[in-house]
């Protein structure tokens, strides 16, 4: 796994809603904003599952994600790319469902999916256009 550097935190965390996006086991893309993200540390983020549809049965296909995030006072773009673990119960589905319903008690909190980071790549354009950062 790899760390988020200080300046994706930043960025990641302006960024409402945050474009994920997901493909399924034949590489059928699929592309959602997701409301609900938190950074958990450096390495992991913590997705709710309040309506995910097509995005559920591609993670159950294949675990991995792209995220992609935007700062217009920086000028800074990130994409962070993951594995995905969903959990429907245990310490982490607990912790995303006291979390969500804490600030929606009427959102459905059907799942959890924490993404363990693995790349980081510059998504602005210019000369560093795709560069990886992490």
């Known amino acids: 796994m790899v760390k988020m550097p200080a300046e994706v935190k930043e960025t990641l965390e302006k960024q409402k809603p945050i474009p994920i996006a997901t493909a399924s086991k034949a590489g059928m893309p699929n592309v959602?904003?997701?409301?609900?993200?938190?950074?958990i540390d450096d390495e992991t983020i913590m997705l709710a599952d309040n309506?995910?549809?097509?995005?559920?049965?591609?993670?159950?296909?294949?675990?991995?994600?792209?995220?992609?995030?935007?700062?217009?006072?920086?000028?800074?773009?990130?994409?962070?790319?993951?594995?995905v673990t969903v959990t429907k119960e245990g310490p982490d589905f607990e912790a995303m469902r006291a979390w969500v319903h804490g600030i929606n008690n009427k959102l459905p909190a059907k799942s959890c999916a924490v993404v363990k980071i693995t790349e980081i790549y510059?998504?602005?354009?210019?000369?560093?256009?795709?560069?990886?950062?992490a």
């Open 122 to 133: 510059n998504a602005m354009w210019g000369p560093a256009a795709g560069k990886q950062v």
């Open 32 to 39: 959602v904003f997701v409301g609900l993200m938190k950074i």
């Open 51 to 83: 309506f995910f549809y097509k995005t559920a049965q591609n993670l159950a296909e294949n675990p991995k994600i792209s995220i992609l995030c935007y700062n217009g006072d920086t000028k800074k773009s990130f994409q962070i790319k993951g594995n």
